[in-house]
Every structure is written in C-alpha cells, then in structure tokens.
RNA sequence: GCGGGAUUGGUCUAGUGGUUAGGAUACCAGCCCCCCAAGCUGGUGGUCGCGGGUUCGAAUCCCGCAUCCCGCACCA
C-alpha cells in the first residue's frame, strides 16, 4: 500500500484526524490523533522508555513548550532558525535570498549576511525572477518559531522549535539534584513547534509535532572510554556514508575505519537500532545516512539521520547530531550561569550527542511496515505490545448464553488489557476487523466454554487457535503480549 | 509561496443549471448461527469544503479563501 492509501486507512479507524476539519479556515500542518492512534503512540512512547531510557538509566523530564526569549538567543534559533527571504513582485514566488544569489553568481554567499547588503547583491547582478522576469523585493527574514506574548505586558516568548532546549536549560540543576555522572543521558518527550512555509504529508511535516529526544552528556577527552560498548560492538550497523552507497558493518568495524568518531556515538547509534527493531520497524529498509556539511543543522558538528524506506521514499526519523558543547556554552554565555560539571578531578563543559526522534514519523513508517495485504485480508502486523487494542473477546454465536459467558470474561479482562468486545456479525468477519486495526489476539467463547471453562485464543499472524483455561487466561494474555521481540 | 489536480453521508463514488442528490461499502437493528469477512430483511446518516456572486433556479457557472495530493521552492 501507498502513502494515500495508508492515510485512509488511518483515518478511516481512528488513528489519525485532521484538527479543526469542521472549520473553513482549518489550519494545514495539525493533525489530532484519534483513539487507535493515541494509543498507538502511547505504546510507542513506552517501548522507547523500555528500551532506551531505562535500559540507558537516562533521566527523563517534561519541559515546558512556551520558553522566554533568552533561550532561543543563548540556542541560535533566533539567528540561525531564520531564513532570509524575497519575494517576486510580479508572481509572488518566494525564495531564499542567499541561495538564489549564490546560484545565479556563483559566490558563497553568508546567510547572516544583512538584509541590505542581500537587497544589494541581487540588484547589482539584475538578478530576475527564475519564473517569470519580474523583480524582486526587498529581503526579509522568516522565522520558524511561533512567537507568543505571555501576560498582560506581552512579554516575547516563544514555543519550542524542538524540545531539547529544556533539556539543556535544567541541566544545571539536574544534574546536581539527580546526583549524575558523565556521561549521563537526559530524555524527554514532548511536543515542539515549527511554522513550516508549507506542511506536507500529514505526519512527516507537521507544524505541531511530537519528538522524543535524547541528549547525551559526556566528557570529550573521554568519548572512546565507554564500557557499555563492548556489549553491542559485534552489532550490524547499514550505513550510508557517501549518497546512496550502503556498507554494512559491524560497530567495531565501523570505529576501526573512523567512520563513526567514537564509542560512545557507535554505542547510542546501536541501541537506537536495536530500538527499532523492537517497535517492529523492518531495519532492512533502514540506513544511518551520514549527513554532507551542507545539510547539517547549523549546531552539529557531525549528524546521521536514522531513515527509513517507505512509500514516500527515505524518511529521516532520527536525527543524531554530536552538538559538542554548542548548547551549554550558548547557555552559559547568555544566562552567565557556569554549566561546567565535575568529571573525577576536573571541571569540564560536557559535549552532547543527541537522539532526536520524531514520533509522529515513526508511527507513520511502523503503521507501513506493519501493513500487510494477503490477497483479501489487510493485516495489521504490529508487535503485540505496540497493538492499541490487545484483544477482542467474541461470542461464537449469539445464543445459549454465548454472549453472557463472553461479556463476563470481558468485563474482567478490560481493567488489565486494552479489549474490546463485539458480536455482530460472523465471527469470521469480527477477527478480520481485529486484523485490520492490529489486534493481536482474539478470544473466542464456543459451546466447550460452558462444558469446561476453556476458551480460544486465536493469534492474528498465524490464525491458529489454543484453548486455555478461563482461570488461565490472563496469565496467557500477559505473556504473548509482553513477549518483547526485535 | 508558485504552478497543476482535487474537495458530494465514515470511506469510495454517480450526478456539468431545474422535481424530496443516486449507488456501493461501512455502520445499526432483526433473522440466520455459521470458527476466519462481504446470506436475508429493514434502517440511520449527506444540502454537496467555506464565503460571496451570476441566475427565476447551482453540487453543477464565476470570484475569493481553506484543506488535501503532485511538481518547484522550503525543511533550523
């Protein structure tokens, strides 16, 4: 299936909606999750804290969205987040000011450069609309930050454009209070905010979204002295060093040939792998792509972008960014706070390497992954404990007391799983509506249940049955949805 | 932002100026009682993205706006 045919199938069960879609002026760039997608998602969220944050001993936090201005200052986004722009008078295309300038005079043109000097190089080299001839305006700057004025002053602040910010801003404190050590990983998931110029794809552009980032704390002297390695060197990592050209490659192999800097990225790039795995992503359509010094964020000095292969062709679904020590020495200059921590005998400023996760993505690309059409029946393939709903409970018939016995069960299991219960219609067609929206298992009450108390659970890959006990059955419920699996 | 296409019940879609907007699917109820959908009967649901205009009369023509898709540009 396409990417259209996805984004049907989830708004047509509930994962997904447009936000606002019964208003005219609805805006492009939100979308609300619906009741599958939310608990999809949730689930999602909890894998990552399973087998990231916990397995990493990270310490996560949920940083507020509305920062002040000073933040984004000490960041660069107020600088660096900003595009110059100009605008044709006659068509109205808009473009980027320095790079319509570079590509038209061949010089490196400087994006800080200022408004006037732009104005100038364009009217000096009677650069015209590509488009239609016309001439250009003056340039301006656009900005991706949401801008907000908060209390009766009006005071200039603004929503985060990605959620790390908090991270670096509590540092100082956290990492007292939580009695940390370097190196020492920070969580959060959240929501961040960017006025994209033109949102597309539904989930892969949005304008509010949801990133679950990673910050890695760690001293720079000591990035090769990382114990934790050694237990996933013999890890297969498919990277993508030079255009599409993949190697695959063990992390030890990798760090060998210097294609990755140090252990402890190596380390933190195999986890996140290894994360995928569990989420049921199918890794052999996935590749760390080492980024070109001309796409990297103006913050990082060396990145890879976790993609993946879907419909729409590569996603990047995390971005791993070393940012050294860009944002705790940004923050200190601007705040005049010291964020230098002891490490044994030494102050040092530590550097960061961060996971930075966009969730709305990877729901997206695990919803493709996970589809499967099998001649007449559509197959959601989810791993069992990212399933929104866990299990169906049915009737075989809707008589003889069937549905009595079937509502009983299911009243008592709903408080422990996500279950849901339904009798109309065969019970042919109540399995291949569970299969559709992921559900795992389905128990079914037959004629045997009021002779024995056994009922079936049929699993939704295979289609086979078990009967087991209904004294049994949560016990068995628990241990096929919580089997974890790469 | 530019160019192109699209916008009719949950979904797909017929309908290009004129009676209560038709169908499929889904959904609901009943029948059937069947362990892998699409059997029978009945039923709910749309005023046609929003606003304005033309006309005696518009889902159908015109204008503006919004959203979605594709291409360009943009994507810290």
Same mark, same amino acid.
């Given at each position: 299936m396409n990417y259209e045919q996805i984004i049907r199938l989830m708004l047509e069960r509930g994962f997904l909606l447009p936000s606002s879609e019964i208003y005219a002026d609805a805006l492009a760039g939100f979308w609300d999750y619906g009741p599958l997608g939310v608990a999809l998602k949730n689930k999602y969220v909890e894998l990552w804290r399973r087998y990231l944050v916990r397995r990493d001993n990270m310490v996560e936090i949920d940083g507020c969205q509305i920062m002040p201005k000073s933040v984004f200052v000490a960041s660069g986004h107020l600088a660096g987040f900003e595009d110059p722009i100009v605008s044709c008078t006659k068509c109205n295309l808009t473009l980027r000011a320095d790079r319509l300038i570079q590509e038209k005079t061949g010089k490196i043109?400087?994006?800080?450069?200022?408004?006037?000097?732009?104005?100038?190089?364009?009217?000096?080299?009677?650069?015209?609309?590509?488009?239609?001839?016309?001439?250009?305006?003056?340039?301006?700057?656009f900005n991706m930050?949401?801008?907000?004025?908060?209390?009766?002053?009006?005071?200039?602040?603004?929503?985060?454009?990605?959620?790390?910010?908090?991270?670096?801003?509590?540092?100082?404190?956290?990492?007292?209070?939580?009695?940390?050590?370097?190196?020492?990983?920070?969580?959060?998931?959240?929501?961040?905010?960017?006025?994209?110029?033109?949102?597309?794809?539904?989930?892969?552009?949005?304008?509010?979204?949801?990133?679950?980032?990673?910050?890695?704390?760690?001293?720079?002297?000591?990035?090769?002295?990382?114990?934790?390695? *050694?237990?996933? @060197?013999?890890?297969?990592?498919?990277? #993508?060093? $030079?255009? &599409?050209?993949?190697?695959?490659?063990?992390?030890? %192999?990798a760090l060998e040939k210097g294609y990755l800097p140090n252990k402890l990225i190596a380390y933190y790039l195999v986890i996140l792998k290894q994360f995928y795995?569990?989420?049921?992503?199918?890794?052999?359509?996935?590749?760390?792509?080492?980024?070109? *010094?001309?796409? @990297?964020?103006?913050?990082?000095?060396? #990145?890879? $972008?976790? &993609?993946?292969?879907?419909?729409?062709?590569?996603? %990047?679904?995390?971005?791993?960014?070393?940012?050294?020590?860009?944002d705790l020495s940004g923050h200190s200059k601007v705040s005049k706070k010291d964020m230098t921590v002891l490490d044994g005998d030494r102050d040092v400023l530590p550097n960061v390497f961060e996971l930075s996760m966009g969730v709305d993505r990877s729901i997206y690309a695990i919803i493709e992954h996970s589809l499967v059409v099998d001649g007449e029946r559509t197959v959601l393939r989810f791993k069992p404990y990212l399933a929104p709903i866990q299990v169906g409970v049915f009737p075989l018939v809707t008589r003889d007391g069937l549905p009595e016995a079937a509502k009983q069960i299911y009243s008592k299991i709903k408080l422990n799983f996500e279950a849901f219960y339904?009798?109309?219609?065969?019970?042919?067609?109540?399995?291949?509506?569970?299969?559709?929206?992921?559900?795992?298992?389905?128990?079914?009450?037959?004629?045997?249940?009021?002779?024995?108390?056994?009922?079936?659970?049929?699993?939704?890959?295979?289609?086979?049955?078990?009967?087991?006990?209904?004294?049994?059955?949560?016990?068995?419920?628990?241990?096929?949805?919580f089997t974890y699996s790469p």
């Open positions: 043109i400087p994006e800080r450069l200022p408004n006037q000097e732009l104005d100038n190089l364009i009217s000096s080299n009677d650069i015209r609309c590509p488009n239609c001839g016309g001439n250009f305006g003056n340039v301006r700057r930050m949401f801008k907000v004025n908060v209390g009766p002053s009006g005071e200039e602040a603004y929503l985060r454009p990605e959620t790390c910010q908090s991270i670096f801003v509590d540092f100082p404190r956290l990492f007292k209070v939580m009695r940390c050590k370097l190196p020492v990983a920070f969580a959060q998931y959240g929501k961040s905010f960017r006025n994209e110029i033109s949102p597309r794809q539904s989930l892969m552009r949005l304008r509010e979204f949801y990133q679950a980032e990673i910050e890695v704390f760690f001293n720079p002297d000591k990035a090769n002295e990382f114990e934790k390695f *050694d237990a996933v @060197k013999s890890e297969v990592l498919r990277l #993508a060093l $030079d255009g &599409e050209k993949l190697e695959e490659i063990t992390a030890a %192999e795995q569990y989420a049921g992503l199918d890794v052999k359509r996935s590749r760390f792509r080492k980024l070109g *010094d001309d796409e @990297k964020a103006f913050y990082a000095s060396s #990145a890879f $972008d976790f &993609e993946v292969e879907t419909s729409l062709g590569w996603i %990047e679904l995390v971005a791993c960014n070393h940012r050294g020590d860009y339904d009798e109309s219609g065969s019970i042919g067609r109540r399995y291949r509506r569970m299969d559709e929206i992921g559900t795992p298992f389905c128990i079914t009450v037959d004629y045997q249940t009021l002779e024995d108390n056994t009922v079936t659970i049929r699993d939704r890959d295979t289609m086979k049955q078990d009967r087991v006990k209904i004294s049994e059955l949560e016990q068995a419920l628990q241990r096929r949805l």
